[in-house]
């Protein structure tokens, strides 16, 4: 999603912008993959700045040694040649036979810092080292070791821009191991999507009040007194305020309040009304109601969302939480 | 030292290893370094590990730039420049400790690293040696494991890791080494080199001071190899010709015709007679532009890339000094006469009379006294030798390594006074004596002597075998040599008996115990040298030739080289190519037997998801079959065991052998056809 850099002006940098082209149709012709196992064809090998150095430093050592004539000289050279070439094969080995597995993502909040979980195999006998891992562009690395004929998990951050079902990012992987004069890369291209939810509102106003509840069952309950009900087991999900303390303080066990009997009012999250203080724009007021089903949801209250025409029906728990902020993050 | 080594954060102990790495790097060019810049390096490394130990912030460039603005200060006072090879090697050697101060970015590392190889490699101007050679190699790979080391950015490797690694590369990166050093065209320097280059190498020297010979006694380091084509001459006839000094101002000898071209001076004159003597000469780098030979070498040795002459005193030069290890072949003729028969064909025998006005006194009154003894005083030449023999050797004259300091009178003082001292102290008192005696004489220096190898059959002159005697002008003769100090010490000369220099305890105590062991570490020591020297110093264009020609090269230039360097290149690149597609079909084994499982279990009816472990195929293989089936049970313990080969934790029991596996699994009885799905009963 980052991915997409802002193009450079042809006119004021013709070179960037035909690299920023290039890389472009270069990625788009990757195929999208969950796994990906690295080979010559997808591994990537270039000299570095510090091997463009050693190169330079390999001349003048061998200028000194033609120029004053030590064969010992020349021996050097060409041990620090010989020893350049083979770093040069392990670089390219290092990354050459991995196998990268994509965790499938969790869903991510807009513009909070995020993770991706890789899981790299090794099939080799010995370890390979120094491995980076990051989301293309990015330039946050992490960095690892693959233990021989075994496995690790990387977790890569990134942050996610815009609220949506988009395709995890364009990764790369890359290794300057053993002298970091060359740099062997990959780039790969998962085909998992991330659901990004909108970026909840940092200070939303208090929940909306609820509607009447509809039907005949609510004019049968009491006015509230402001006391619990009942109390009953704690069940999972149960959000803590729920607890009772006390209680749970002489038994072993956790108990709540009956919070169900309690609410005898509709809440009913809506596009529509979201309150003021905010423009017409659409990505505030989604904001909002992510922020609010979040807090509809900490306070254990039943709450249904409406985003046009699309309706969920009041509820509560996990599975409802989710299916609200996935209504939100696709609208 | 490990131990606190190992509790040390892992930046500390990279540092102080770097450090220490850079430390042995610079230790060997103590000796050639100014004294200042020794200091100033070891001061500034051991601020840095200081800093590294107690993780204090670097100093500011401030300081920095302060040091090495002194530091240049310092080396144009020394070197009077800052470019040429001591000046490089000074300066050089301060940035690398400069640079240790200022490792804030993976740049700087890498700089560091870099001047790292460069002092590596000047290390070599001074010594190409064995043990300089592995000394550096050591250097080479503590340079190698630290780069790895800073390239591994996980946890806290040990160092010992970093170190394989760098091994590794160093060993598999040798055959590159050895295919780049025997092919590599050895060109000739692409510009001048600065005169310095050649400095820092001891030898004869082309004057003679009395007292220089007597150091380089102390000196056992090896001058020249001879290997002798045939049977090797006596030993003591064994005398290699260097400079022939005649002119004396008192002080110091000097050759007459320094400075003629060899057209301008006389003949030679020289008649050899009886068979001659033929040997292989490799020389050491002595940055002198003469050649040693054995008297007498008519014929022009056969050096390449040089043009030897000869000089009418029988030496022979060649245009330029020899800064490298040379390997020359010449023949002698150890019965020769030379020089001026008559009187009257010798004009320029009066440069051998000559005596400096105002020294040696009482030598020139010793030479009337001769002269008033009724013998001698119409004697000839020889009776005048033989008296002067006599009294050296009846007059109580000592053979020393350490005859004391020498005043102005030199030739008086061993005359009379001190009556010792070692072979340049006799043989130039010897000539001023015989020049007092109206004899024509001169001094001649070289090696005398040599000691047999008996492990590769080579002949070793060392400096310690450095001589000097003289040559008289006998009538109808011609040049004769005379050697004053066989008389005065027999053994010099005749059994090659050295005066020792002290050595160090440990070869004292080495000697004490065994003498035949110790000198038999010697022989196999140079022997060792030799062949390095023979081999890797020598190894010149010429031997790049020779190996050309011994591949069939009609006649090889060092195009032909590049050209089989270039083919070598191309055919590596193949074969790399090659390796790369059997790479690409290779499978690994554990994985070739897992997929011929899938296969038999597919084949049965048994149906797989894509990548199921074996572990899961089992549980799949037990669901399908009935408890009873033997065979089955067989498989899926096999299945059971090709999962623990790959995953199960190592350690506690060992797993099988992959081999073991690959042979059950042929042996297995695996099922044809499987029974029906049991789950697809309806429901």
């Known amino acids: 999603m980052q991915a997409t850099h802002a193009q450079p002006n042809p006119l004021l940098h013709p070179v960037a912008h035909v690299r ?65 070439m083979v770093g040069m094969h392990v670089c390219h080995g290092t990354l050459r036979g991995l196998t990268m597995n994509l965790v499938a993502p969790d869903a991510q909040f807009a513009g909070a810092s995020a993770t991706i979980n890789i899981n790299i195999v090794s099939e080799r006998r010995s370890v390979r080292h120094g491995i980076g891992l990051a989301v293309l562009g990015s330039g946050h690395w992490s960095w690892t070791d ?186 | 030292m490990l131990q606190p080594l190992s509790t040390l954060p892992r930046e500390a102990r990279d540092t102080l290893f770097l450090l220490a790495v850079i430390a042995w790097i610079i230790a060997p060019l103590v000796g050639e370094l100014p004294v200042w810049c020794s200091a100033m390096a070891a001061l500034l490394l051991l601020w840095r590990g200081v800093i590294a130990l107690r993780s204090a912030p670097l100093p500011s460039r401030w ?33 690398l400790a400069l640079k240790t ?71 598999l990166g040798a055959p590159i080494m050895a295919v780049l050093f025997v092919l590599f065209p050895r060109l000739a320097p692409l510009w001048g080199v600065p005169s310095d280059a050649m400095s820092g190498r001891s030898g004869l020297s082309a004057n003679m001071q009395v007292g220089t010979i007597a150091k380089l006694a102390l000196d056992s380091s090896i001058a020249m190899r001879i290997r002798f084509d045939g049977a090797a001459p006596e030993q003591r006839n064994m005398y290699f010709r260097g400079p022939v000094l005649s002119t004396f101002d008192g002080r110091e000898w000097r050759p007459l015709y320094m400075g003629f071209p060899p057209l301008v001076q006389t003949a030679t004159d020289l008649q050899v007679q009886g068979p001659p003597v033929k040997y292989q000469v490799t020389l050491e780098a002595n940055n002198r532009p003469w050649l040693l030979v054995l008297d007498a070498t008519p014929e022009r040795p056969d050096l390449k890339g040089y043009t030897p002459t000869m000089t009418p005193d029988l030496q022979w030069v060649v ?32 440069d051998y009379l000559r005596l400096p006005f105002g020294f040696n006194p009482r030598t020139a009154q010793l030479a009337l006294e001769m002269r008033r003894d009724p013998r001698l005083a119409r004697a000839d030449t020889s009776t005048l030798v033989n008296a002067v023999m006599e009294r050296l050797r009846t007059g109580g004259y000592q053979y020393t390594l350490e005859p004391g300091v020498y005043g102005s009178h030199t030739a008086d003082e061993f005359w009379f006074d001190r009556k010792e001292g070692f072979c340049e102290h006799i043989a130039s008192s010897f000539v001023l004596l015989m020049r007092a005696l109206n004899v024509p004489a001169r001094v001649v220096t070289g090696y005398q002597g040599g000691e047999l190898n008996g492990v590769d059959g080579f002949w070793t002159v060392r400096q310690s075998d450095a001589h000097a005697w003289a040559e008289v002008w006998v ?99 193949l074969v790399g190519a090659a390796w790369a597609l059997w790479e690409r079909h290779r499978q690994d084994p554990w994985l070739r037997l897992y997929h011929r499982a899938t296969l038999r279990l597919q084949n049965a009816g048994l149906a797989l998801p894509p990548n199921t472990p074996p572990r899961q195929m089992a549980a799949l293989l037990k669901a399908r079959s009935p408890a009873t089936d033997a065979g089955l049970s067989s498989v899926h313990d096999w299945l059971l065991r090709l999962e623990a080969w790959r995953y199960a934790a190592h350690g506690k029991d060992k797993p099988p052998a992959l081999g073991l596996l690959q042979r059950e699994f042929r042996q297995l009885s695996w099922p044809k056809r499987l029974a029906p799905l049991a789950s697809a009963r309806p429901k």
């Not at chain 2, 002194?70 to 301060?94: E, K, P, Q, S």
Request: contains cysteine.
């Open chain 2, 319 to 350: 245009e330029r000094p020899m800064a490298d290890l040379v390997r020359y072949r010449a023949e002698s003729y150890p019965v020769f006469r030379h020089g001026p028969l008559r009187e009257a064909s010798a004009l320029t025998l009066v």
């Open chain 1, 20 to 84: 920023s082209r290039f890389q472009t149709w270069w990625q788009s012709r990757l195929p999208l993959r969950d796994s990906t196992t690295l080979t010559q064809r997808n591994v990537y090998i270039l000299p570095t700045g510090p091997g463009w150095m050693l190169a330079l430093t390999l001349g003048v050592l061998l200028v000194s040694s033609i120029n004053y004539q030590l064969n010992l000289g020349y021996v050097l050279t060409f041990l620090l040649t010989g020893s350049a």
């Open chain 2, 63 to 95: 300081w920095l730039m302060g040091l090495l603005l002194l530091a240049i200060a310092a080396t144009l006072y020394t070197h009077r420049t800052l470019m040429g090879r001591d000046a490089g090697v000074t300066f050089i050697v301060v940035l």
């Open chain 2, 475 to 573: 009538a109808g003769q011609g040049w004769v040599r005379v050697d004053p100090t066989s008389a005065v010490a027999p053994g010099r000369t005749g059994s090659l008996q050295r005066l020792e220099s002290p050595s160090s305890a440990f070869t004292q105590a080495l000697v004490t115990v065994s003498p035949a062991f110790a000198l038999n570490l010697r022989a196999l020591w140079e022997a060792t040298n030799n062949r390095w020297n023979q081999w890797v110093l020598n190894y010149s264009q010429a031997k790049q030739l020779d190996m050309l020609r011994n591949l069939g090269f009609e006649s090889p230039s060092w195009e032909d080289l590049s050209y089989v360097l270039i083919a070598i290149v191309v055919l590596a690149s």
């Open chain 2, 101 to 171: 101060l200022e490792m804030r970015a993976r740049r700087d590392a890498f700089v560091i690293f870099f001047l790292g190889f460069f002092t590596l490699l000047s290390n070599f101007f001074f010594s190409q040696s064995l043990l300089t050679a592995a000394s550096m190699l050591v250097g080479l790979l503590g340079l190698l494991t630290a780069l790895v080391n800073s390239h591994m950015p996980v946890g806290r490797p040990p160092l010992l890791q970093a170190a394989k690694t760098a091994g590794w590369m160093a060993l």
């Open chain 1, 146 to 331: 693959v233990p021989a004929l075994g496995s690790t998990k990387v977790q890569i951050a990134f942050q996610p821009e815009r609220r949506g079902l988009h395709p995890v990012p364009a990764l790369t992987a890359e290794t300057r191991f053993p002298l970091g004069t060359f740099r062997v890369w990959t780039i790969w291209r998962p085909a998992a999507k991330v659901l990004v939810y909108p970026a909840p509102e940092a200070h939303p106003p208090p929940l909306p009040p609820g509607e009447p509840r509809a039907g005949g069952a609510a004019s049968v309950q009491r006015q509230s007194t402001g006391e619990f009900d009942g109390v009953r087991a704690y069940r999972r999900g149960d959000p803590l305020k729920l607890v009772v303390w006390k209680k749970a303080a002489k038994a072993d066990e956790l108990v709540s309040r009956d919070a169900q009997q309690v609410q005898r009012f509709e809440l009913w999250l809506d596009l529509a009304h979201t309150g003021a203080g905010l423009s017409n724009a659409l990505e505030p007021k989604l904001s909002r109601l992510c922020a609010w089903v979040l807090l509809a949801e900490k306070q254990g209250l039943m709450y249904g969302l409406r985003l046009g025409g699309q309706e969920i029906a009041p509820g509560s728990g996990e599975a409802h939480k989710r299916a609200c902020l996935q209504a939100l993050a696709v609208h």
